[in-house]
């Protein structure tokens, strides 16, 4: 039981650049989610996915796209990256879609730096 | 959304209690109040949460106020592997689970 995997764990990135973060849980979690943690700052949620076939946007989702490729995961996309997107990206899932108080089991981190 | 204020640090010597305060005053009544934390750059990790009662789990104890305004995290037996960001959280209503994280205590437990 991995838990919440990502990949890739570090990348460099040119301006203008395009490149897919990968999440993958095996909790048969409902409900997955990207947060962006910026040095020194708390986590801002980007997208959701409140359950398979669902997505919705976040705080901040502008220059992100999101595909919920099955229930186990959910896939993020910086379609022309930009330096303003150097951050550390966190996926995270829950058992449930919001009904009831859950909690969040979040991946390790992709460390993305564009230049 | 309710909003939470969290003092930016505190220390704390190994081996004895860390008490976390958080402030959530416009809290509403179906909301929960979450704890979590983060190690170095590491995920978030769950630590508690509750809605009214007081919480306790392996890893530390949660009380809330009667009025639901505060709360206090506890972690009874700190050590320096509980050095952290500590993040109080009020889930926004709504049927989304989403967390909105603010900026966190960093506890710094002493030798």
């Known amino acids: 039981n991995a838990g919440v995997t990502q990949t890739p764990k570090f990348q460099v990135l040119k301006t203008g650049q395009s490149m897919t973060l990968q999440c993958a849980q095996d909790m048969n979690h409902n409900s997955m989610y990207w947060y962006r943690q910026d040095p020194g700052m708390g986590l801002r949620l980007i997208y959701y996915?409140?359950?398979?076939?669902?997505?919705d946007k976040g705080e901040v989702p502008n220059g992100y796209n999101v595909s919920r490729l099955n229930k186990r995961e959910f896939s993020l996309r910086l379609e022309s990256a930009a330096p303003s997107q150097t951050s550390v990206y966190f996926c995270?899932?829950?058992?449930?879609?919001?009904?009831?108080?859950?909690?969040?089991?979040f991946g390790p981190g992709t460390r993305l730096t564009v230049l | 959304d309710a909003k939470t204020t969290q003092p930016p640090s505190m220390d704390c010597a190994e081996g004895r209690a860390a008490n976390l305060p958080c402030n959530h005053s416009?809290?509403?009544?179906?909301?929960?109040v979450y704890w979590y934390r983060q190690i170095h750059s590491q995920g978030p990790q769950y630590i508690i949460h509750?809605?009214?009662n007081n919480e306790t789990n392996e890893m530390a104890s949660l009380i809330i106020t009667e009025d639901r305004k505060s709360s206090t995290l506890i972690l009874p037996h700190a050590t320096l592997r509980d050095t952290a960001v500590y993040y109080c959280i009020v889930r926004p209503r709504g049927n989304t689970g989403k967390l909105i994280f603010g900026q966190g205590t960093t506890l710094q437990v002493k030798p």
């Open positions: 996915s409140a359950s398979e076939g669902t997505t």
């Open positions: 995270a899932s829950s058992e449930v879609g919001g009904r009831v108080a859950d909690t969040q089991y």
């Open positions: 509750g809605l009214k």
């Open positions: 416009t809290i509403s009544g179906n909301e929960y």
